[in-house]
T-cell receptor, first 114, second 113 residues
Framework: DAKTTQPTSMDCAEGRAANLPCNHS???????VYWYRQIHSQGPQYIIH???NNETNEMASLIITEDRKSSTLILPHATLRDTAVYYC???????????????FGQGTILTVHP | GAVVSQHPSWVICKSGTSVKIECRSL??????MFWYRQFPKQSLMLMAT?????????EQGVEKDKFLINHASLTLSTLTVTSAHPEDSSFYIC?????????FGQGTRLTVV
């Protein structure tokens, strides 16, 4: 699976959009970009994933550059409860249950302040 | 989304004793589950892949005789930390693969004293 690079930490004001970048310059054609987050002392939570098109769900939007070498996770209206470590993970969807084997980097510590 | 439940949420044990952690998929069958370990201020590290009805696959550097994994049914995997020592104190997290994403348990905080 391709390696990802994320900023160590970011701050965001409550109510504003939080834009979390991720570089994955070695991503290959069959690899997806996944985002998870981990709130302190809890298990990771799935946020969103995409291949090459931009994606949006009830939690966030994912913008993937045309060359797929980087992406940005957007939390449109950050709240205090969005304070967490956000992990950008690249891996192939593949088949079967090996999907769940995820390689976590250090992630970005997002702090949302009042 | 699917629910994966871990038990206990936290446990304190004496050095030299063994501790069992359970991971259950509550609303779907999980042929494969994964066990991670997370030390303070560090990221999650995959320990092993638990396969229903067969032996677990361990990552390099993880002692299979120390971290015993049993996956006897499609909804339950257990991790037993044998002869625990203070350096085994950590946050242990299991996950199960869904059709789109992985579902994680809430984690188990193990403290060995």
């Amino acid at each position: 699976d391709a390696k990802t690079t994320q900023p160590t930490s970011m701050d965001c004001a409550e109510g504003r959009a939080a834009n979390l970048p991720c570089n994955h310059s070695t991503i290959s054609g069959n690899e997806y970009v996944y985002w998870y987050r981990q709130i302190h002392s809890q298990g990771p939570q799935y946020i969103i994933h995409g291949l090459k098109n931009n994606e949006t769900n009830e939690m966030a939007s994912l913008i993937i550059t045309e060359d797929r070498k980087s992406s940005t996770l957007i939390l449109p209206h950050a709240t205090l409860r969005d304070t967490a470590v956000y992990y950008c993970i690249v891996r192939s969807r593949g088949g079967g249950t090996s999907y769940g084997k995820l390689t976590f980097g250090q992630g970005t510590i997002l702090t949302v302040h009042p | 989304g699917a629910v994966v439940s871990q038990h206990p949420s936290w446990v304190i044990c004496k050095s030299g004793t063994s501790v069992k952690i359970e991971c259950r998929s509550l609303d779907f069958q999980a042929t494969t589950m994964f066990w991670y370990r997370q030390f303070p201020k560090q990221s999650l590290m995959l320990m092993a892949t638990s396969n229903e009805g067969s032996k677990a696959t361990y990552e390099q550097g993880v002692e299979k005789d120390k971290f015993l994994i049993n996956h006897a049914s499609l909804t339950l995997s257990t991790l037993t930390v044998t002869s625990a020592h203070p350096e085994d104190s950590s946050f242990y997290i299991c996950s199960a693969a869904g059709q789109v994403e992985a579902f994680f348990g809430q984690g188990t905080r193990l403290t060995v004293v």
